[in-house]
């Protein structure tokens, strides 16, 4: 079993939408839950990051963490055209250890 | 800055050749990282570096060696290159040490694309 699972999608969905990433663990010690965005053909970058459990807000995204049930989402709200990529979570058990990445999720948003 | 640069960015092999990607990065950052990423497996991590003159393994550090002499600096080798070496490879890097839920961004190069014919 990973340690981290995560559906591949593909998903589409049509612009204006309300869209849920997720991603499931099995390691307790995870405290760091990280969203990486990657575009085709680029390396990943951080989209935002969550400590232990709890939400977090940016902008038209939001990060929901369950510890409880080792579960975490994505949301996008208000989806755009340019949000069409690859998202990976990925999760660490501090600031310093390794990272462990789910295999990503490819988000199309139609126009 | 440039960030964290990577060459080449694409390359060919046969099988049993030998090969160093370069990554290079200008923060002065202490960590640094490679992965490699195949179609529906994520971001799997080789190996790693806490530091210069420290390295360590990471999930699939069979047939690859790293050394980091500089901060700058962290070369992935390639011993004899195999197919099942065919991948997406990124160098990452970022501050080391945080806490207090603190996380530190890693920040990815462009990736070097191999093929192991």
């Known amino acids: 079993q990973k340690e981290v699972e995560q559906d591949p999608g593909p998903l589409s969905v049509p612009e204006g939408a309300i869209v849920s990433l997720n991603c499931t663990y099995s390691n307790s010690a995870f405290q760091y839950f990280m969203w990486y965005r990657q575009y085709s053909r680029k390396g990943p970058e951080l989209l935002m990051y969550?400590?232990?459990?709890g939400n977090k807000e940016d902008g038209r995204f939001t990060a929901q963490v369950d510890k409880s049930s080792k579960y975490i989402s994505l949301f996008i709200r208000d989806s755009q055209p340019s949000d069409s990529a690859t998202y990976l979570c990925?999760?660490?058990?501090?600031?310093?250890?390794?990272?462990?990445f789910g295999s990503g999720t490819r988000l199309s948003i139609r126009p | 800055n440039a960030g964290v640069t990577q060459t080449p960015k694409f390359q060919v092999l046969k099988t049993g050749q030998s090969m160093t990607l370069q990554c290079a990065q200008d923060m002065n950052h202490e960590y640094m990282s490679w992965y490699r990423q195949d179609p529906g497996m994520g971001l799997r991590l080789i190996h790693y570096s806490v530091g210069a003159g420290i390295t360590d393994q990471g999930e699939v550090p069979n047939g690859y060696n790293v050394s980091r002499s500089t901060t700058e600096d962290f070369p992935l080798r390639l011993l004899s290159a195999a197919p099942s070496q065919t991948s997406v490879y990124f160098c990452a890097s970022s501050y080391a040490r945080s806490g207090g839920g603190s996380y530190n961004e890693q920040f990815f190069g462009p990736g070097t694309r191999l093929t192991v014919l």
């Open positions: 990925a999760m660490s058990a501090s600031s310093a250890s390794k990272i462990i």
């Open positions: 969550t400590y232990s459990s």
